[in-house]
């Protein structure tokens, strides 16, 4: 009898436990969407801050997608001077020179490489406007070695920089350096620049058949 006296008060203490842990689960029963008590909200709720929100820490409101602060430039980030005008042309053909200037032959080496990938459909092998796709232009690109012979560092890089007519931009295509790389591979198709001498020569053979003309 005792024996059973013991079951039955097993029984009942495994019933009133029962009904105290579903009271716990049951909690939330009005609100369908309620997670019902929460032993440890934090877990649950986490405190991380989402990128590009606008966030309030201690009174201060922070907005995560700020600008840069004014005059400031990203690291590595060199800033072009020169405008994408007539004027900023002259002036970079006065004023801006390669800056890569001591290592011209590694650099010419790359640059031809690059050429291969950006400009010989274009220009042509050699840099005399015959590339595949010149004829599709409306004016084929003038030889380097003929009417841009002369023609200055400086404004090499500022027309592949900004581009020049049927010539696009190439600046998000290529980094500041692979530019200068450009350059001298295209100043090695250039030749040699003609010397005040030279040219004299040449305005002196020009003129006479130009006044025969007349
Ligand atoms: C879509 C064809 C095309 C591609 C690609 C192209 N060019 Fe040109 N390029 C031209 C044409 C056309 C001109 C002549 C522009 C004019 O003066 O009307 C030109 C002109 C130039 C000039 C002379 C600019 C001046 O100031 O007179 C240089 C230098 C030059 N290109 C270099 C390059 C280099 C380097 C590349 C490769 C990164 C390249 N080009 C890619 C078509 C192209």
Redesign the pocket.
């Known amino acids: 009898m005792k024996k059973h006296y013991k079951t039955i008060k097993f029984v009942f203490a495994s019933a009133l436990f029962g009904l105290v842990l579903t009271s716990f689960t049951s909690c939330g029963k009005k609100d369908v969407n309620s997670p019902g008590v929460e032993f440890m909200p934090d877990m649950y709720r986490s405190p991380s801050l989402e990128y590009y929100g606008i966030h309030t820490v201690d009174g201060d409101t922070l907005n995560s997608a700020k600008k840069p602060v004014e005059g400031t430039v990203s690291r590595g980030y060199i800033p072009y001077v020169y405008s994408n005008t007539p004027e900023g042309?002259e002036q970079a053909g006065l004023n801006l020179h390669n800056p890569y200037a001591s290592q011209k032959e590694a650099f010419e080496k790359d640059g031809e490489v690059?050429?291969g990938k950006?400009?010989v459909?274009?220009?042509g092998a050699a840099g005399a406007?015959d590339?595949k796709?010149?004829g599709k232009?409306p004016?084929?690109?003038?030889a380097?070695n003929g009417a841009?012979k002369n023609?200055p560092e400086g404004?090499?890089f500022?027309?592949?920089t900004y581009g020049?007519?049927?010539?696009?931009s190439?600046a998000s295509q290529?980094t500041q350096e692979e530019?200068w790389k450009?350059?001298f591979?295209?100043q090695k198709l250039q030749g040699p620049k003609e010397t005040a001498s030279d040219s004299t020569k040449v305005e002196a053979a020009v003129t006479p058949s130009v006044a025969a003309k007349h």
Do not use: E, Q, T
Not at 164 to 168: D, H, P, R, T, V
């Open positions: 042309y690059l050429y950006f400009c459909h274009c220009h406007g590339g796709v010149a232009l004016g084929p690109p003038p380097y841009l023609l404004k090499i500022h027309s592949i020049k007519n049927s010539m696009g190439h290529l530019r450009l350059v591979y295209v």
